[in-house]
């Protein structure tokens, strides 16, 4: 039987389970030093930094329960290194810093955020762009040494190997870093905002009035808020993923475009960006095209069913990156916003920089990269 659902609740102790739904209805501190609005990845690990770094009192606000939007759904791949062939280096320079940032809590949170370590092997059909001028740790891999690699592969292609990423189930790590919150209300929507002499002087929501110190705003595309005049283009872009019943098929690691091996020899695959679809449900087709493809590279797959399948939407700017940003024309507000692909991998060094700009008031290195008014600059330069 086939669940519709994500695999990754069910990996959740009770204990982590109640962690995602902490207070709900209820805002235990209605006058916090800093109010994060939005309980995906990003905030909870902004509210986690801005808590280790000593701001002061956090109160966080999550329309749903922590993980409900993007991140509950996600694969939870952290891949700074193949990154570097499609995105700016400023980008995988923040994407390797986080993957440190991971590896740091993991050790730091008792019992850990369940970090696996793992490595990734992206399939392609010769070396040309791939093997030429990389890097040491990207290691090119002939047909052959693939097919050591990756026994039962039905396709006789190279590939390139990169060693010490990682994987995480992405609820899991949420709770570990809601853990040391002491004031978390779900099931509390921000509304509306009052704004007073450029700064945000209370956040209305379902549950009351906060009168915040500062807030940050992570709610995966920016807030629509009454009040809140933003103008910062963005989208969304639907994925499929599914989990198989285990197999004897045992991958060594991620297989690019193929699957990642999980716990008890399942599979997981998708990933798909299914771009214009807007319907929240899982679509029949997308799994049995995912499971096509899936069967059509491993053969021996071909009696085994689907245990979990589900879809999410990825938060989008125009050009893939997010905003990481003070909220134009507020002192006290700050914005992270359209991670997309990556928002998983990149939320620690995410939170890590709010919390440095909140608490030092100057931005980090490369913030234009990250800002929220580039869109308007991009429209005027045509
Ligand atoms: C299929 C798929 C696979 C992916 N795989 C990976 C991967 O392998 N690695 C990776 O790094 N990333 C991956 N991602 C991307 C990643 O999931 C997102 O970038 C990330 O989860 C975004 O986190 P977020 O906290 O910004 O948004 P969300 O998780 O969407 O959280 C935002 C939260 O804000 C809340 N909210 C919104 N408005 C309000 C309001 N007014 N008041 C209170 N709360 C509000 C929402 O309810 C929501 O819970 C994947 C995404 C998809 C869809």
Known sequence: MTVTGTYWREQLSADQRALLGQDPGRIANPRPDVLVVGGGILGVAAAAAINDAGLGSVQLIEAGRLGSGATGGATGLLIPEPHQWSDPETFVDLERASLERWRYLDQLKPGGIGLVELDWIGLAPDPVGHAAHQPAYVEWLSADKLARLVPGLAWRLGGTLIRHQARINPLRALAGLADDLTAVGTGVAATAVTIQSGRIAAVHTSAGVVSPGAVVFATGQPPVLDGLDLDIPSDRVKGHLLVTDPTSVLLP???????????????????????????PDVRDEVIDMIMAGLRAALPALRRVGVSHQWCCFRPRHPDGRPVIDRVPGLSNAWLTSGHFRTGILNAPATGLALARWISTGKPPPESSTWSATRFAELDRHG
């Open 253 to 279: 690691c991620t297989v690019a475009p193929v699957a990642t091996p999980l716990e008890d020899g399942r599979l997981l695959a998708g990933g798909t960006f299914d771009y214009g679809d807007e319907t």
